[in-house]
T-cell receptor
Framework: DQQVKQNSPSLSVQEGRISILNCDYTNSMFDYFLWYKKYPAEGPTFLISISSIKDKNEDGRFTVFLNKSAKHLSLHIVPSQPGDSAVYFCAASGVSGGGADGLTFGKGTHLIIQP | NAGVTQTPKFQVLKTGQSMTLQCAQDMNHNSMYWYRQDPGMGLRLIYYSASEGTTDKGEVPNGYNVSRLNKREFSLRLESAAPSQTSVYFC??????????????FGPGTRLTVL
């Protein structure tokens, strides 16, 4: 039973365009959501997060949108750059005390930026 | 700061052998975690330690044991390795999520093959 779902295993976007990565969740107890970026042979690195009390969080080229009623979040990257090619994981925290009980991850979306 | 370090980077075991994966962090984080990642899958939580002196099971704890040696170090032990434990293992640490919003910091991973 997957609680965090990323239904697109891969996504190809032209350099300079917008990349939109989607994530759905089923557990209404999640109240903190994060995006991680992962290059091959490296550990995931934190990209951006959003609390359930917000619907948008922006950091430079990266914006995360949260629709709680639809249990859906998305990551927008504008403009997309070649260095953005990586696997992106959506993760959620069932925060009782602040994420100390670990994160639940989706399976990831492989983003490929075409020159 | 080295962040989160893991040793070894690679390991090949025979079925039934035992080994310990080591993890250390220098960020003074309270919480530490062990995840495994299998091909086409997201990261799955094996065990976590919310604070020094405590450990708890995650989603996939069978076949593993952990030790929170001190605030810096959190080890993962395979007592009798099985081919199903072939995976990439990631250690992570975090301060309380609600405080920083930065989620968890990951090590570079240990690639384990069990023959």
């Amino acid at each position: 039973d997957q609680q965090v779902k990323q239904n697109s295993p891969s996504l190809s976007v032209q350099e300079g365009r917008i990349s939109i990565l989607n994530c759905d969740y089923t557990n209404s107890m999640f109240d903190y959501f994060l995006w991680y970026k992962k290059y091959p042979a490296e550990g995931p690195t934190f990209l951006i997060s959003i609390s359930s009390i917000k619907d948008k969080n922006e950091d430079g080229r990266f914006t995360v949108f949260l629709n709680k009623s639809a249990k859906h979040l998305s990551l927008h990257i504008v403009p997309s750059q070649p260095g953005d090619s990586a696997v992106y994981f959506c993760a959620a925290s069932g925060v009782s005390g602040g994420g100390a009980d670990g994160l639940t991850f989706g399976k990831g979306t492989h983003l490929i930026i075409q020159p | 700061n080295a962040g989160v370090t893991q040793t070894p980077k690679f390991q090949v075991l025979k079925t039934g052998q035992s080994m310990t994966l080591q993890c250390a962090q220098d960020m003074n984080h309270n919480s530490m975690y062990w995840y495994r990642q299998d091909p086409g899958m997201g990261l799955r939580l094996i065990y976590y330690s919310a604070s020094e002196g405590t450990t708890d099971k995650g989603e996939v704890p069978n076949g593993y044991n952990v030790s929170r040696l001190n605030k810096r170090e959190f080890s993962l032990r395979l007592e009798s390795a099985a081919p199903s434990q072939t995976s990439v293992y990631f250690c992570a640490s975090s301060s309380l999520l609600g405080g920083s919003g930065l989620g968890q910091f990951f090590g570079p991973g240990t690639r384990l093959t069990v023959l």
